[in-house]
């Protein structure tokens, strides 16, 4: 079993960057693959970015590759979105979701685990 609780989402300015944290507990936290997801208001839930427990392997929404960076530390549990240049679209709900499974999956239905998400407003 492993609880996410996300955290550093506030108000910025476009162009801007922000570091979204997700920590995990659980003491498997280190096998799972760990993703990013992203809502707007009035949108389907979509997929930012997707990490694998040994860390070899992150996949990008094609979109935003390029702008934002997944990454973890395993000795912290923690898995980290750090994101730039940010713009107005960017904002949205940002979820951390975890699968137990070792290849980064960019579908939602395929994360066994969710945090509550920390919201992301970039204004213009």
């Known amino acids: 079993q492993v609880q996410l609780v996300e955290s550093g989402g506030r108000l910025v300015q476009a162009g801007g960057s922000l570091r979204l944290s997700c920590a995990a507990s659980g003491r498997t936290f280190s096998s799972y693959t760990m993703g990013w997801f992203r809502q707007a208001p009035g949108k389907e839930r979509e997929f930012v970015a997707a990490i694998s427990w040994s860390i070899s392997s992150t996949n990008y929404a094609d979109r935003l590759e390029g702008r934002f960076t997944i990454s973890r530390d395993n000795a912290k549990n923690t898995v980290y979105l750090q994101m730039n240049s940010l713009k107005p679209e960017d904002t949205g709900v940002y979820y951390c979701?975890?699968?137990?499974?070792?290849?980064?999956?960019?579908?939602?239905?395929?994360?066994?685990?969710w945090g509550q998400g920390t919201q992301v407003t970039v204004s213009s």
């Open positions: 979701a975890g699968r137990s499974a070792r290849r980064p999956s960019s579908f939602p239905a395929e994360y066994n685990y």
